[in-house]
T-cell receptor, first 114, second 112 residues
């Protein structure tokens, strides 16, 4: 069975500081990996995704993530956080087949201090 | 593109009442998903349609929940009768590829 673990429930960083949100997955085959962001009162928005190829993927809003198969990780990073990045972030894993079930992590709540 | 549209955005109802949530997917998308989000259980997939046909409804909690997709541009999720434990945010999402998900803004349901 596939699963996703986001070890950090809540992270606080200062504006301008770097950010890394952790995601570990369990999956029997080559995973499709995603990061979504949810602002208060909004739906989830796709930040970036990894299917194959270059293990460092770039997303929207200056985010990037690195797929490390040996560590079963797909951590999200941003070099300099903005106050508008405060939100909840979800990592998700799925299969290659179309329409497959995506498994979401529990989410990491990001607070940005001025 | 207007994105995925959900209505109502907020719904407050009394226990035992019927609740109907509505979703309009992105035009051209052939997959539609209903999710429920709660603090306790996180984001759960309730049901998934492909080309208007229900493919996986294993996440539907019980017979009180039903979902329909009469055409490619409209879907409903109905709860009858509603219970307080159904209080949650319900999201609809659509997809063209099957792997991406484009989420609507959600319906916040409160059952008193």
């Amino acid at each position: 069975a596939q699963s996703v673990t986001q070890p950090d429930i809540h992270i606080t960083v200062s504006e301008g500081a770097s950010l890394e949100l952790r995601c570990n997955y369990s999956y029997g085959a080559t995973p499709y990996l995603f990061w979504y962001v949810q602002s208060p009162g909004q739906g989830l928005q796709l930040l970036l995704k990894y299917f194959s190829g270059d293990t460092l993927v770039q997303g929207i809003k200056g985010f990037e993530a690195e797929f490390k198969r040996s560590q079963s990780s797909f951590n999200l990073r941003k070099p300099s956080v903005h106050w508008s990045d405060a939100a909840e972030y979800f990592c998700a894993v799925g299969a290659e087949t179309s329409g497959s079930r995506l498994t979401f992590g529990e989410g990491t709540q990001l607070t940005v201090n001025p | 593109d207007a994105g995925v549209i959900q209505s109502p955005r907020h719904e407050v109802t009394e226990m035992g009442q019927e609740v109907t949530l509505r979703c309009k997917p992105i035009s051209g998308h052939n997959s539609l998903f209903w999710y429920r989000q709660t603090m306790m259980r996180g984001l759960e997939l309730l049901i998934y349609f492909n080309n208007n046909v229900p493919i996986d409804d294993s996440g539907m909690p019980e017979d009180r929940f039903s979902a329909k997709m009469p055409n490619a541009s409209f879907s409903t999720l109905k709860i009858q009768p509603s219970e307080p434990r159904d209080s949650a945010v319900y999201f609809c999402a659509s997809s063209l590829t099957g792997t991406d998900r484009y989420f609507g803004p959600g319906t916040r349901l409160t059952v008193t």
